[in-house]
């Protein structure tokens, strides 16, 4: 990132960094390094940024990116709990998946067609 935006640093300043973001997964790092990198200066700006903010933009990624998982979790057990929800009804009716599906009025979840042999 220092060569990218023609930084001057000394192997102290090296040796700080290092420390700082050695705890982080280099695929947590790349993106937050590329985006500083191809990002023009600002005026006043120094040509390596502070720790401070690329720590902050790791933080950032790090927590839009756990709420897009819990998101998707919540999303996926929603459509478990919707399944086994239709293959009870279809048990305890005795109808068949498609007339299961077309009786569900929730928002969200009408207009389904049935799961393939079902």
């Known amino acids: 990132m220092g060569e990218l935006r023609q930084a001057r640093f000394n192997e102290n300043t090296l040796v700080l960094y290092s420390e700082n973001l050695s705890g982080w997964e280099q695929s947590d790092l790349l993106p937050v390094i ?3 990198s191809l990002r023009p200066r600002k005026k006043g700006e120094t040509a390596f940024p502070a720790l401070g903010d690329i720590l902050e933009r790791l933080h950032e990624r790090k927590t839009h990116s756990d709420g897009e998982h819990k998101s998707r979790a919540y999303r996926e057990q929603q459509e478990r709990e919707f399944w086994a929800h239709v293959d009870c009804m279809k048990e305890s009716t005795g109808e068949t998946e498609q007339e299961v599906l077309d ?4 928002l969200g979840f009408t207009g389904r067609k049935a799961r393939r042999g079902q």
């Open 103 to 106: 009786a569900i009025k929730a």
């Open 34 to 36: 590329k985006e500083i």
